[in-house]
Structure formats: structure tokens, C-alpha cells
């Protein structure tokens, strides 16, 4: 069940606000950005939210979602969406482009195009940062820590309960990998029939033993509890989770599927050339350098990342040495599959 709450939060000084309210400057509904919650919009607020509304002298409002393109294309058909800028990953940025959910952006008023990596800049989305799905654990549990997705599967080697994010995307690749599918042949196998039931029949192995997450807090909850033993989680979340409480959590980074979140201005937005300010803004060099060193994210601006402290820059799954044995989440097979591989997983899941 897909979650969506509003967070009432304003960002920006009280003084600002109030200011804007009481000389009746504020529109029917301010400027909105909406992140993923957690962690991860903790640190957005606090380098890209609250500094922008300083800059720009006006209120920014902000909410979380847990994703869903039906939720966004619901609020674009209905007309003057409730939401300004949003935070989308790459299947959906390439599906909401193609479906005209999104306005088409003015790089010109954002940033030069080779400032950014490639995977950042899209006719609609400008790159937030590069995140991984990952194997996490913790260390204090194991003399021996896991290695590998067929590890994972292991129950004998590594007692306990295991956590995966609920729905296909991801699982799917993961149980290909612990029952041998070479990495390079990933895709090419998952796009088979035989390769799906292969899938599926793995994923039955390890079925009763799985505790399933929504929002990306709760695999950190179930490894800090004890109920699961290891658990697909976000990178940045796990390293932040074990730096701020001094838990001896792992990552185990082959096998790792990473991709790049974008933000979006939804078609028809109230304050389309406030967001395009806004994107320019969190695009910055200066601004985007800081963004590792609270939450363990790549970020697209190439000059951002001589700016990043070295003890950050090792927890990147941009970072070279952890990209070496990871796997780019190939977005055109989930643009052509998620619908039917999402119905059989719902019908597998209900079994």
C-alpha cells in the first residue's frame, strides 16, 4: 500500500514566512518539493530546502512519497497538480517523459550539460544523485560476513530472517544472481520466460523467511531489532544508520544494482519557473559536494566530486571500487516489464 503524507513542514525562516503571509504574498499553494522521507530528505533539507528558500525569499513546502506512477499521473490528468518538483527514479522519469507527465526542462536556466555525468541529464529530469540497492548486515553478528547474493540465500551458513523491498524490481535480479546467472547475462536471461520462472522458483527457496519492507527505514528497524539476520537495503541509509549510532553495519557491494534519481516538475505546475530556479540551485557544484557527508549518495556534478572529503567518497557507490562488480539498473526492461512482472509477483506474493 503505497503511503503518501503530508510532512506540513515549511522550510525557511518563520521570519520569511511570516512576512509572506501577512502581506497576503503567498500563493494558494507554495512552492512544493517531494523527496523520499527519511534520512536522505533530513539531508536535502538541509543543504537544498531550507538554503534555497533563504536565497529565493519565498516559503518551501515539502512532502514524501513512497512512489507509484499512478500517483503521479492522477495528480497531472486531474489537472494544477499539488505538487511542484518531484523526486523520481529512472524508469519513471524515462515513462513520465515518454507520457508527457513532465515538463521538458531548460537546461539553459539549470546548469551546462557538461557539468553533469551523463546519466544525469535527461529532456525532462536533472540528476539528484546516484543511490544503490545493496546487501547490508551487521558485522557484530558474523566472524565471517556475507559475500554475495548466493550467500544470501544461505541459510545454514547465515542463520535468520531475510528482508527484501516488496515488488518485483530488484528481487527478481537478486534471486538470478544467487542461483549463478552471471551478472553481464542478467537482463538477457530475466527477459526470458524461462529465465522469470527461474526467478520465481528461487525466490520460493527463501519465501517463508522473508520479511518485506515498503519505505526504505524499515530494513534498517528489522536488522537493528535482530528479526532479520541480513537485508536489501538503500547504501545511503545503512551508512548513515551505522555512522550517527555506531553500528558495525556492512555493505556488500557486488551484485549491487545502482541507478540515478532526477528531479521532475510535473506538467501544468503552479511554480514551474520557481522549480526551474530550484533545480539550478541544487545543481551546483558547492551544494551538491556537500550532500555525501550526511547521507552516503553520488552526485551527478562532475566538479561536485573533487569536493567530496575522501573518508565520504569511499562509501559512494559512485565510487569507482564499488561500482566495479555492481549492476546499472537497466530501465528500458523495467519500462517494457514492470506491469506484467509486477501482476505475477502480486500473484505469487498472495499465494
Known sequence: MLKHFRLARCIGTLAVLASAVAAGQASARDFTVVGWGGVTQDAQRAIYFAPFSKAVGKPVLEDSWDGGYGVLQAKVKAGNPNWDVVQVESDVLALGCADGLFEKLDWSKIIAKDKFLPDAISPCGAGVYYWSVAMGYDADKFKVGP???ADFWDLKKFPGKRSLRKGAKYNLEFALLADGVAPKD????????EGVDRAFRKLDELRPNILWWDAGGQPLQYLASGEVALAAVYNGRLTNISKTEHKHYKLVWPGSIYAMDSWVILKGAEHKDLATQFLAFASRSENQAKFPSLVSYGVPNRDAAALIPP??????????DNMKEAIPLDTTFWNDHLEDLT?????????
Open 311 to 320: 573518508a565520504d567518497y569511499v562509501d559512494l557507490p559512485s565510487n569507482p
Open 186 to 193: 542478467l537482463y538477457a536471461v530475466l527477459d526470458t520466460p
Open 147 to 149: 559475500a554475495n547474493w
Open 343 to 351: 501482476a505475477r509477483y502480486n500473484a505469487w506474493l498472495a499465494k
